[in-house]
């Protein structure tokens, strides 16, 4: 007869009365606004699939990792990499140190939805939403409300589908807002190159510079 297996380490039940008030109060006025409208619900649930796997991130790295510059390619490898030790950290790491159930969606949803096995503390998606925002805003500064912005949908979008609690969404993004500063402060891109025009006009600034002098 096969013995259960002992695992290392108990894992924590993540189950507090603030955590459970805060999490129905969100839970009930974000059902009251946003959930039973048509074009809100696919939305959501849209982006929800896109996170899957963390889809969405890679995509936008492997196109922002397409332009000639290379430092973007440089800060593709550096996504790629990072993306994939946050996903073993968290799925196979985190995660394992708590116990929380996923939260029950009392009537049908409205589309399908893969249904993750692991437990609900933390968000999953919202720490690579997260991750990825951090990374993708360091390598275009310009860009980082809209990553930003793309991460906070993606994140919401797991109470909205009922797969988090709102409390494994702000822990998932905590996490992953800590991992990306980590990340982009160990392993630091090149400077961007400049176009030869600009080179061309900051050496002859430079030069007339050091005539003045």
């Not at 409208?37 to 896109?50: K, V």
């Not at 550096?78 to 950290?89: G, H, I, N, Q, T």
């Not at 991750?131 to 809209?146: E, F, I, Q, V």
């Amino acid at each position: 007869m096969q013995q259960a297996v002992t695992p290392l380490v108990t894992p924590i039940e993540v189950q507090t009365p603030w955590m459970d008030r805060l999490d129905a109060a969100v839970d009930d006025h974000w059902g009251a606004i946003f959930r039973g409208h048509p074009h809100i619900d696919r939305a959501f649930y849209l982006a929800s699939e896109l996170g899957d796997f963390s889809l969405i991130w890679h995509i936008l790295n492997t196109a922002q990792g397409l332009r000639t510059d290379e430092r973007d390619a440089d800060a593709t490898i550096r996504m790629a990499v990072v993306m994939l030790l946050e996903s073993l950290v968290v799925n196979q790491g985190v995660k394992r140190l708590f116990r929380r159930p996923r939260p029950v969606s009392l009537t049908p949803r409205p589309h399908k939805l893969r249904t993750p096995s692991t437990t609900s503390f933390p968000s999953g998606h919202a720490t690579s939403a997260f991750t990825a925002a951090g990374l993708l805003s360091d390598r275009d500064p310009k860009m980082a409300p809209l990553y930003y912005g793309l991460a906070a949908v993606v994140a919401t979008s797991r109470v909205h589908v009922k797969i988090h609690h709102a409390t494994d969404v702000l822990a998932g993004a905590a996490v992953g807002i800590v991992f990306a500063k980590v990340a982009v402060k160990l392993w630091k891109l090149p400077p961007r190159h400049q176009a030869p025009a600009v080179e061309a006009a900051a050496a002859i600034q430079d030069r007339r510079a050091h005539e003045d002098n």
